[in-house]
């Protein structure tokens, strides 16, 4: 019998999450938390964010008082953001309604554990699609061929640019949710990649016409965009009380996402893979070990 | 009889100290005078020397002159991560170049004419170059890194040096420190931004007069030797010394002098060199009928006025019409705009609704 409560919130990569519930719902499995999955890109919770002045953003609190909001946002500048990509002074920032809805909800369904599976395709935008002028760059410590022939980034630079890119995105999720709940938070990354550059030229889904235009990067750039942005995330969120989720074994081939849980779209896992990454997440938060929702 | 009865008399208004200020906002006060050539919008204009250079250079980039930029991050990195590394500040990524000496040891360490002893600095979590240790938030993380970065680096030294066709460069600073090795110049201090200080290697150095002059001059002549036509216009920094390494010297004082030397530095490569030209930024900055208005409540930095004073000065005597430049036609890379839409739409709830069913 479920005793915890485990509430999940993200965008496109949680629908495998979704079709998982209603798969376990429909054959009668139980898992060992009861889920409320909360899709951050439906309509009702739009927008997510807005783009705020910042200058009238800390003037308009003369008393020098610091909201919550403005705290994080100080947090993130400070924190090698690089001031996000919008124009200078006008960072991205979540959306008071956005912030207020998803407060109703972790207090409405008091979740013993939440986890995150929000954006996630920032290392898509950086390596999905050939690049005009390609490029690669060395990961330390994972000994994948850097390509030849082709532009070099520093490692270094290319860090910074995807952590500005997680910043705008992801982390400015994360970084509300850790704040908003003293529960255990789970930090979901996306699927790896999926090697097969014919699965993505035949499953374009939304890339359908630019696959063609630009084609698909080689798999070993976007394995190494893969694995940098999960070591941003795991990096940022140590020491505090939410936990990388590390994928299970059998996500992975070769360091890719294995055949059977292609979705048929270029980016997303399937059904099984959302039963797998279910499961795996309800486990670490209420398995044997776990903290099964003891405070922060 | 001539009509004039001394020599001051029937000079313009601009040479009476009086007729230049008197009933006139700051802001419509000009000492320039007159420019010495004209920008066209073709011309490569390069900039180099200390923080107050990239006034300029962020400028003409933003009235659509052709900003010389020979050290480009790669498209794919996002235009703030790419300023927080450095690119596009200057023309290449050199950092701040305070001393004539150290502009003149770069173009040298570009051609292999120089080669300091004291050539990387490691730190914790990789490599600092100290020629130019605040290029990046973070070290370089390997020293293959650093080395590709250094011959990249060079290659971009090199090509705006034989390319530009305008340099302009504005003097920062006389002091320095400097290796007792080999007179390499460092930017900054040994142990301020990576590095040991130790005074067995390391010494002060305050330049003067002739020192700026001869080492401004043997790096034109470097520069002409391979491109004879380049045209160089100085300008002095207006922005006060943050601290200076002389016990027993106010920084006012130290300021003083240090400007002092830049600007006469500046008269006489003016007169000396052929197509080398003084633009008084400093002038329009730090002149008394400003009143201090130019400055930030630190009494440091420059307001945005003062800079918009000086950029307003610059394009009505150095372009055409005193404005931007035509519209250029060249395309602009839309393949980051295109990922990013299809990536948009990939999170469109329509799409997700879909897959769930």
């Known amino acids: 019998m479920t005793t915890y409560k485990l509430a999940g919130f993200g965008h496109s990569h949680l629908s495998a999450y979704l079709r998982a519930k209603r798969f376990f719902e429909r054959t009668g499995k139980e898992l060992l938390a009861e889920t409320s999955l909360t899709q951050l890109n439906f309509k009702v919770y739009q927008p997510n964010y807005e783009n705020v002045d910042l200058t009238a953003a800390y003037s308009s609190n003369p008393s020098g008082e610091k909201t919550n909001r403005l705290k994080r946002l100080a947090a993130r500048l400070s924190g090698g953001g690089y001031h996000s990509f919008d124009a200078l002074n006008r960072p991205r920032v979540l959306t008071e309604n956005f912030e207020n809805r998803m407060r109703h909800i972790i207090k409405r369904d008091d979740p013993n554990a939440i986890f995150l599976a929000c954006m996630g395709n920032e290392y898509n935008t950086m390596g999905m699609l050939q690049h005009p002028e390609p490029f690669d760059f060395d990961l330390p410590g994972f000994g994948i061929e850097v390509e030849e022939g082709v532009a070099v980034i520093p490692y270094t630079l290319m860090r910074a640019q995807m952590t500005a890119l997680c910043e705008q995105n992801v982390l400015l999720f994360w970084r509300f949710f850790n704040e908003a709940t003293d529960k255990p938070i789970y930090l979901v990354p996306p699927p790896p990649p999926i090697a097969d550059k014919m699965h993505i030229m035949s499953y374009p889904g939304a890339f359908s016409g630019k696959a063609k235009q630009y084609g698909v990067s080689p798999v070993g750039l976007r394995r190494k965009m893969w694995l940098l942005y999960c070591d941003i995330l795991r990096d940022v969120v140590k020491g505090t009380g939410t936990t990388f989720v590390e994928l299970p074994d059998p996500v992975f081939v070769d360091g890719c996402l294995a055949k059977q849980f292609w979705q048929e779209d270029p980016t997303h896992g399937n059904v099984d893979y959302g039963k797998l990454m279910l499961e795996h997440v309800t486990d670490l938060a209420f398995g044997p070990g776990a903290a099964k929702g003891d405070a922060k | ?110 051609y292999g004419e120089f080669q300091p002893k004291e050539d990387i600095w490691e730190v914790e979590g990789g490599f600092i170059d100290p020629f130019r240790p605040n290029i990046q938030p973070a070290p370089f993380a390997s020293r293959e890194e650093f080395d590709a970065a250094r011959e990249v680096h060079f290659a971009a030294v090199r090509k705006m040096i034989e390319e530009a066709d305008v340099f302009v460069f504005t003097f920062g600073l006389t002091e320095s420190w400097v290796s007792k090795e080999d007179d390499a110049v460092f930017p900054l201090a040994p142990g301020v931004a990576g590095g040991e200080f130790d005074e067995k290697r390391h010494g002060f150095k305050n330049f003067t007069v002739s020192e700026v002059v001869a080492d401004f001059r043997d790096f034109i002549a470097l520069m002409r030797a391979k491109n004879p036509k380049v045209k160089v216009l100085m300008t002095v920094s207006p922005v006060p010394l943050i601290a200076t390494a002389r016990e027993d010297t106010s920084v006012i004082t130290a300021t003083a002098y240090s400007k002092s030397v830049l600007r006469v530095a500046c008269e006489e490569l003016q007169m000396m060199e052929k197509d080398v030209f003084y633009f008084p930024s400093y002038e329009v900055i730090t002149g008394n009928y400003t009143r201090g208005a130019y400055y930030g409540a630190d009494l440091r930095e420059v307001e945005a006025e003062g800079v918009a004073h000086v950029m307003s000065l610059f394009m009505r005597h150095y372009t055409k019409d005193g404005g931007s430049a035509p519209a250029s036609d060249k395309p602009v890379d839309s393949f980051q705009e295109d990922v990013q839409k299809a990536l948009d739409i990939i999170c469109d709830e329509e799409m997700i609704e879909r897959a769930v069913k």
């Open chain 2, 1 to 110: 009889m001539s009509k004039r009865t001394n020599p001051y008399s029937g000079l313009p208004a601009h040479c009476f100290w009086s007729r230049t200020h008197r009933g006139k906002d700051i802001a419509e006060i000009d000492p320039v005078v007159k420019g010495q050539f004209t920008l066209k919008p073709k011309m490569k204009i390069a900039t180099a020397g200390s923080c107050f250079a990239q006034h300029i250079a962020k400028h003409l980039q933003g009235q659509g002159y052709n900003y010389f930029v020979t050290e480009k991050a790669h498209p794919i990195i996002a235009d703030q991560v790419a300023r927080a590394f450095g690119y596009g500040v200057f023309s290449a990524r050199y950092g701040n170049l305070y001393t004539t000496r150290q502009l003149l040891q770069l173009a040298r360490r570009a």
